[in-house]
């Protein structure tokens, strides 16, 4: 969500929430066979992102293991 995003997030990622995502696919600014990393608090909004990615033909869709939860528990940098 915005305010997940708000709170701290990747850096250089890009927030478009799963229910968006098939309308927004043009703001990834990739090409559909470079690697995109789907993450969301604890992974069950990003398993939709996912699905949405591979049905719409992207090739390299990654899903980040332990999501924002684990990210930040590994004090990983955020923004």
């Known amino acids: 969500t915005s305010e997940e ?3 701290g997030h990747i850096p250089g990622s890009v927030n478009i929430p799963h ?3 098939s309308s927004r ?6 090409s ?3 690697e995109v990393v789907v993450h969301c608090e604890i992974g ?3 398993s939709t992102a ?3 990615l591979t049905e719409s033909g992207y090739t390299q869709v990654l899903d980040l293991e332990g999501h ?6 590994s004090k990983l940098p955020t923004e």
Request: charged share 30%.
């Open 32 to 34: 559909k066979s470079n």
């Open 44 to 46: 069950r909004r990003a």
């Open 68 to 73: 924002m939860r684990s990210w930040r528990e």
């Open 5 to 7: 995003y708000q709170s």
């Open 25 to 30: 696919l043009s703001e990834l600014g990739i």
């Open 19 to 21: 229910s968006q995502l």
């Open 50 to 52: 996912e699905m949405i």
